[in-house]
């Protein structure tokens, strides 16, 4: 039996999928989106190519973190100029851009390369259970 690859990320049929992130805990949520990204519930899933669907997660705004983490896990920016590093705690994220949190946390889980770009463009997050994607036929993701 022969081994099917694919050569170029036009060979694949690309999927729309929806995802609640209501009540879901952020990381085994974030685990499933990016496997979806890339690919890897496909049988011509490639390592090199970018094989994965899109994903649209609604209600990112409700997504579940457990022990401490919503006032103990904070995330760090820096401006470029001395002095200038800050840091936000999830709490203050989830009231101010709520997509945020689950874009960074998928961003950690794809490979660290140029193809994790274009499986990020893929991501639609949305605070709301709102989207404009209905055009596309999205289909809900059980998983």
Excluded: C
């Excluded at 090199?48 to 705004?61: K, P, R, S």
């Excluded at 001395?82 to 961003?107: D, L």
């Amino acid at each position: 039996m022969k081994t099917t690859l694919a050569k170029t990320a036009k060979d694949t049929e690309k999927t729309w999928y929806v995802v609640d992130a209501a009540d879901q805990v952020l990381g085994r949520l974030a685990v499933k989106i990016a496997a979806i990204l890339r690919g890897r519930h496909k049988p011509t899933y490639t390592p090199h190519i970018d094989t994965g669907d899109y994903v649209v997660v609604i209600n990112a705004d409700k997504v579940r973190l457990t022990g401490s983490k919503e006032t103990d896990k904070t995330y760090m920016f820096y401006t470029g100029w001395v002095g200038t590093a800050y840091r936000r705690n999830v709490e203050h994220m989830r009231a101010h851009k709520p997509a945020f949190i689950i874009e960074h946390a998928v961003k950690g889980m794809l490979p660290k390369n140029k193809l994790a770009n274009a499986m990020l463009s893929k991501l639609k997050v949305y605070a709301g259970s709102e989207h404009p994607h209905a055009a596309q036929n999205p289909v809900d993701f059980k998983g």
